[in-house]
């Protein structure tokens, strides 16, 4: 069984540039999660999708982020306009119903 | 708002010790509480999970211990070997809302 998939692993952007975060879930979940994890600190939500929904945004800055998990495909977490607070590893969670939720290694973005 | 607390943030313990991480919650809504576990470069890992029905869990060596009047629950990890070091992280969930609530993290390193 395929665990978690994410790419990329790594992904360096300039200020100002966009970046797309994909995660593809586990066989047979249909609950996707995505969480941020700065430097020496635990992981902070930021949303909750099922397949085309958006269920819980609350975690999500109110601009430059968004997040989509359309019917085919993977989920997909943009960031526009990147700036260097930004800098993060950003991990994707998905789960068959609310739990347990299990994670991708995440994609560590550094921005220049 | 710090909803989960963790402590210590780093632990150091011989090999065959019982290392043991805290987690101290507020919201009493939270009724899910996993363990997760990560090594660097990698996601987190689900260890072991509890809900507040059962004081105890066990898996392997590793140990939830819960105390609902406390609002507390802790890791112990049982004839602790090198390969155990990594980070801990405790969470905590509402089942309906699916969101895990981290704690900061523990460092764990088992010396040989």
């Known amino acids: 069984n395929a665990g978690v998939m994410q790419n990329p692993r790594h992904l360096v952007r300039r200020r100002g540039q966009e970046a797309r975060l994909r995660c593809s879930p586990m066989?047979?979940?249909?609950?996707v999660y995505w969480y941020r994890q700065l430097p020496e600190e635990g992981l902070k939500f930021m949303v909750y999708l099922q397949k085309e929904n958006i269920i819980d945004e609350s975690g999500m800055p109110k601009e430059r982020f968004s997040a989509e998990f359309p019917k085919e495909g993977p989920s997909i977490l943009r960031i526009q306009q990147v700036v260097r607070g930004d800098s993060a590893a950003y991990f994707c969670?998905?789960?068959?119903?609310?739990?347990?939720?299990?994670f991708g290694d995440g994609t560590r973005l550094s921005i220049l | 708002q710090q909803q989960v607390k963790q402590s210590p943030q780093s632990l150091i313990v011989q090999k065959g010790g019982i290392p043991i991480i805290n987690c101290a919650y507020e919201?009493?809504?939270?009724?899910?509480f996993p363990w997760y576990q990560q090594f660097p470069g990698k996601g987190p890992a689900l260890l072991i999970a509890?809900?507040?029905?059962?004081s105890e869990k066990k898996e392997g060596r590793f140990t939830i211990s819960f105390n609902k009047s406390a609002k507390q629950f802790s890791l112990h990890i049982m004839d602790s070997q090198p390969g155990d070091s990594a980070t801990y992280f405790c969470?905590?969930?509402?089942?309906?809302?699916?969101?895990?609530?981290f704690g900061e993290g523990t460092q764990l390193t088992v010396n040989p």
């Open positions: 969470a905590a969930s509402k089942t309906s809302g699916s969101r895990l609530t």
């Open positions: 509890i809900r507040p029905d059962v």
């Open positions: 066989k047979g979940h249909s609950h």
């Open positions: 969670a998905s789960s068959p119903g609310h739990q347990p939720q299990h």
């Open positions: 919201n009493t809504a939270f009724d899910y």
